[in-house]
């Protein structure tokens, strides 16, 4: 069993940073990749960025590229969300979810970002 928690949301004015991050626990934590997803109110969950764990290769969804950057540190099961730059459409609540396998998915708790204007 995997367990997934995050920290780091809250609130911040329109241009300015958060950092997210999400800390996994578990006997043997080698997930295939890492992700932060949001949901806005009325909204469908959208992914934002993922991460090969092994590789470390990423992707970074349109809305957000230039903007956000997904890191991962492997000794302490952690994945990082670094936002800059942040827009009042960014406010959602956004969850870490990690992959194991094609059909195995573990989801954070999730946690809310507000964006002022």
């Known amino acids: 069993q995997v367990q997934l928690v995050e920290s780091g949301g809250g609130l911040a004015q329109a241009g300015g940073s958060l950092r997210l991050s999400c800390a996994a626990s578990?006997?043997?934590?080698?997930?295939?990749?890492m992700g932060w997803f949001r949901q806005a109110p009325g909204k469908e969950r959208e992914l934002v960025a993922r991460?090969?764990?092994?590789?470390?290769?990423?992707y970074t969804a349109d809305s957000v590229k230039g903007r956000f950057t997904i890191s991962r540190d492997n000794a302490k099961n952690t994945v990082y969300l670094q936002m800059n730059s942040l827009k009042p459409e960014d406010t959602a609540v956004y969850y870490c979810?990690?992959?194991?396998?094609?059909?195995?998915?573990?989801w954070g708790q999730g946690t809310q970002v507000t964006v002022s204007s």
């Open positions: 991460i090969n764990w092994s590789t470390s290769s990423t």
């Open positions: 578990g006997r043997t934590f080698s997930p295939y990749s």
């Open positions: 979810a990690a992959t194991m396998t094609r059909t195995t998915m573990y």
